[in-house]
């Protein structure tokens, strides 16, 4: 068992996984022994966590639906409080292999935020229209703000270490959008050096895509949006948190 399995947290956010989630636990602690794999039901109406508990995974459960970002602060806090260095962040739909996942802590050697990058040279995965066009504009901006080449900065699948699970344990952003783009200009302007690693997408094991046809098409304006915010906003205060 690698070592860094035994230091490493898998936080994956649901709300109403119960399709998926079992088989999504299975295969996260079957691929990464020793790993430990916190589900964070965000307010579900389901079976969720249920299903999450009887696959082996610790449930944290919230009385109401605060989105990923709500959800990811609290697997932050719970990190830090259990005493695992890395948190790795893991779509609760099976779209994320957890195969890419020593990659992303192997890049953690030499970085505190890493990215698992659709768009960086593996699998076949795509977007189109307002999506696709955000989606470029955002990595054009957020490569100057974090000093470095990131093609997919929306990605929700990430790698977390020392420094940036301190800094966002504190200070992650539960708006939309902001566990992905606020969290990126929070890192860069604390210091955290960022990275990107190809990884790979596959199809949901279950349950409703979040997207709709209309969602796509506001993409576009919320994701700028949320951009201005995230560029406007005083940096966080950098204490004894998040110290090297």
Same mark, same amino acid.
């Given at each position: 068992?690698?070592?860094?399995?035994?230091?490493?947290?898998?936080?994956?956010?649901?709300?109403?996984?119960?399709? /998926?989630?079992?088989?999504? %636990?299975?295969?996260?602690?079957?691929?990464?022994?020793?790993?430990?794999?916190?589900?964070?039901?965000?307010?579900?109406?389901?079976?969720?966590?249920?299903?999450?508990?009887?696959? $082996?995974?610790?449930?944290?459960?919230?009385?109401?639906?605060?989105?990923?970002?709500?959800?990811?602060?609290?697997?932050?806090?719970?990190?830090?409080? #259990?005493?695992?260095?890395?948190?790795?962040?893991?779509?609760?739909?099976?779209? #994320?292999?957890?195969?890419?996942?020593?990659?992303?802590?192997? /890049?953690?050697?030499?970085?505190?935020?890493?990215?698992?990058?659709?768009?960086?040279?593996?699998?076949?995965?795509?977007?189109?229209?307002?999506?696709?066009?955000?989606?470029?504009?955002?990595?054009?901006?957020?490569?100057?703000?974090?000093?470095?080449?990131?093609?997919?900065?929306?990605?929700?699948?990430?790698?977390? $270490?020392?420094?940036a699970v301190r800094l966002f344990a504190a200070h992650y952003p539960a708006e939309y959008l902001g566990?992905? %783009?606020?969290?990126?200009?929070?890192?860069?302007?604390?210091?955290?050096?960022?990275?990107?690693?190809?990884?790979?997408?596959?199809?949901?094991?279950?349950?409703?895509?979040? #997207?709709?046809?209309?969602?796509?098409?506001?993409?576009?304006?919320?994701?700028?949006?949320?951009?201005?915010?995230?560029?406007?906003?005083?940096?966080?205060a950098t204490g004894s948190e998040v110290t090297p």
């Amino acid at each position: 068992m690698p070592a860094e399995f035994s230091s490493t947290l898998v936080v994956l956010p649901a709300l109403n996984e119960e399709e /998926a989630i079992g088989a999504v %636990i299975a295969e996260v602690l079957e691929t990464l022994p020793g790993v430990g794999c916190l589900v964070v039901d965000d307010g579900s109406s389901d079976a969720t966590a249920l299903v999450a508990a009887r696959a $082996g995974a610790r449930v944290a459960q919230l009385p109401f639906n605060l989105g990923v970002g709500g959800a990811m602060r609290l697997g932050f806090k719970y990190a830090l409080e #259990h005493g695992f260095d890395n948190v790795v962040q893991i779509d609760a739909d099976g779209q #994320h292999d957890p195969r890419n996942v020593p990659r992303l802590l192997e /890049a953690l050697d030499g970085a505190d935020l890493v990215i698992g990058a659709r768009f960086a040279g593996e699998g076949d995965y795509s977007v189109r229209g307002p999506r696709r066009w955000a989606m470029w504009f955002l990595a054009k901006i957020l490569s100057r703000t974090a000093g470095t080449t990131l093609t997919d900065t929306t990605s929700g699948l990430k790698a977390s $270490g020392p420094k940036a699970v301190r800094l966002f344990a504190a200070h992650y952003p539960a708006e939309y959008l902001g566990d992905t %783009i606020e969290a990126l200009v929070i890192a860069a302007r604390a210091g955290c050096v960022v990275r990107q690693v190809p990884a790979s997408m596959r199809v949901r094991q279950g349950g409703t895509p979040s #997207h709709s046809p209309i969602k796509a098409a506001l993409y576009l304006g919320r994701a700028m949006v949320a951009l201005a915010f995230a560029l406007i906003r005083p940096p966080a205060a950098t204490g004894s948190e998040v110290t090297p």
